[in-house]
């Protein structure tokens, strides 16, 4: 059924075609594991952004390879930032900041869809308010010099904030960048492939799956 579902979707919407082939050779390579979760090598007392958080099962992930990590995890859902700070409350290394950052102080309406929750496809109806802040504001106040890993997982909130790391030169600071682009309209497929080449200026891309996992380094 799920199969037929992707059928259907690639002949109702053709501009779908890149994460889709992205989703097989992702599923093919068992990626997820060889790629996405090769954390043995961070440094002790790494320090890390996990943007997006929902319910914390990727700094779990951290944790298990750097327990001695610090991670600042970013979930403007407040029901999801709530059970995050209950989650992670014995641990002092372990920030939840209950807002998004972007490329300038703003307000997003959020859907209330679990893990799919965002700004995008939103009727207002229904959902919550939250709060946008500068990402260059949070690095100075946070006086964050060196970042060793950042995960950006926030539902197309990425096509806002990636800009405003690069033009605010934060990007320089971020060692290693783990980004899941989402493709909810055709004019996004321009977006990502603009954001991919400005990134190229200060970083290499390790590893690509389109519109499902990539991750880049610092050149």
């Not at 002949?11 to 992205?22: A, C, I």
């Not at 996405?36 to 958080?53: F, N, Q």
């Not at 100075?140 to 909130?157: F, P, R, S, V």
Request: contains cysteine; aromatic residues 10%.
């Amino acid at each position: 059924m799920a199969s037929l579902k992707r059928w259907l979707d690639q002949k109702r919407h053709p501009w779908k075609e890149p994460g889709h082939t992205g989703m097989k050779a992702w599923k093919a390579d068992k990626a997820q594991h060889s790629h996405l979760y090769t954390y043995d090598s961070l440094p002790e007392r790494a320090v890390v952004l996990d943007i997006g958080g929902f319910e914390g099962g990727w700094s779990d992930i951290i944790l298990a390879r750097c327990p001695t990590a610090t991670i600042h995890i970013f979930e403007p859902h407040p029901v999801f930032a709530e059970r995050l700070r209950a989650k992670f409350q014995g641990n002092s290394d372990i920030h939840v900041y209950e807002f998004a950052i972007g490329s300038k102080q703003d307000r997003l309406s959020l859907s209330d869809s679990g893990d799919a929750s965002s700004s995008f496809g939103s009727d207002g109806t229904q959902g919550y308010d939250a709060e946008i802040r500068p990402v260059s504001e949070f690095f100075e106040a946070g006086n964050l010099k060196t970042i060793d890993l950042a995960k950006i997982n926030i539902e197309g909130g990425e096509y806002d904030l990636l800009p405003g790391m690069i033009d605010s030169g934060v990007i320089g600071q971020i060692d290693r960048l783990q980004i899941q682009f989402h493709l909810f309209d055709p004019s996004l497929v321009a977006e990502r492939d603009a954001i991919r080449e400005r990134l190229s200026e200060t970083h290499t891309c390790a590893w690509c799956y389109p519109f499902v996992w990539e991750e880049w380094r610092l050149k």
